[in-house]
């Protein structure tokens, strides 16, 4: 069993800055993509960013130049620091992890989500 665990998010004023964190654990062979998701009242999940075991990263269009995405290897952890948030980034942010477990199975599973409020 593998499991993702969040934690960082709360209420922030626009301008400030937040960051998330999510915690692999569990028989975890590698961890291929971890990435943040979010999903807002109303709408669809929408990536926010994602990062390869390389680094490799990729980010909305919307979150550019403002919200960075990094990871611990060794500790099977991602981070996403988010600066000048504004309202519109209110939302639930889940953490997303694809790789593969000490039994060579394949897994893709999700965090809880965890709450990120902007707003004055």
């Known amino acids: 069993q593998v499991q993702l665990v969040e934690s960082g998010g709360g209420l922030v004023q626009p301008g400030g800055s937040l960051r998330l964190s999510c915690a692999a654990s569990g028989s975890i062979l590698s961890i291929n993509i971890m990435g943040w998701y979010r999903q807002a009242p109303g709408k669809e999940r929408e990536l926010v960013a994602s990062?390869?075991?390389?680094?490799?990263?990729n980010y909305a269009d919307s979150v550019k130049g403002r919200f960075t995405i990094s990871r611990d290897n060794a500790e099977n952890t991602v981070y996403l620091q988010m600066n000048s948030l504004k309202v519109e980034d209110t939302a639930v942010y889940y953490c997303?992890?694809?790789?593969?477990?000490?039994?060579?199975?394949?897994?893709?599973?999700w965090g809880q989500g965890t709450l990120v409020t902007v707003s004055s």
């Open positions: 990062i390869s075991i390389s680094s490799r990263t």
């Open positions: 997303n992890a694809q790789g593969v477990s000490i039994l060579r199975s394949y897994f893709d599973i």
